[in-house]
């Protein structure tokens, strides 16, 4: 699974940011980190999930929707009860 992002979404992600590896360089140390390693994260990749203008809770319940969905026959499990489901 590999989770995107544009670099106009992601720049005020790490507005402020001291993560090391983009604390001197901020977004264009972030697209070239990006470029750099871009092949490898497509290549193991098997669903793509953008980020960019999504909230977080939508792009998790994608998530879990494709890992119940990708389970194998047989592993799959029902989804949680919602919060008044089974309610006397």
């Known amino acids: 699974m590999l989770l995107t992002v544009t670099a106009e979404a992601v720049a005020a992600r790490i507005a402020g940011s001291d993560r090391p590896l983009i604390a001197s360089g901020g977004i264009d140390a972030w697209q070239a980190i ?13 669903v793509v999930f953008d980020t960019s203008r999504r909230p977080m809770s939508r792009v998790a319940d994608d998530v879990v929707t494709w890992v119940r969905d990708s389970a194998p026959a047989g592993t799959r499990t029902p989804p949680p009860p919602t919060s008044d489901e089974g309610a006397p």
């Open 34 to 46: 990006l470029d750099e390693r871009a092949a490898t994260y497509a290549a193991l990749a098997h």
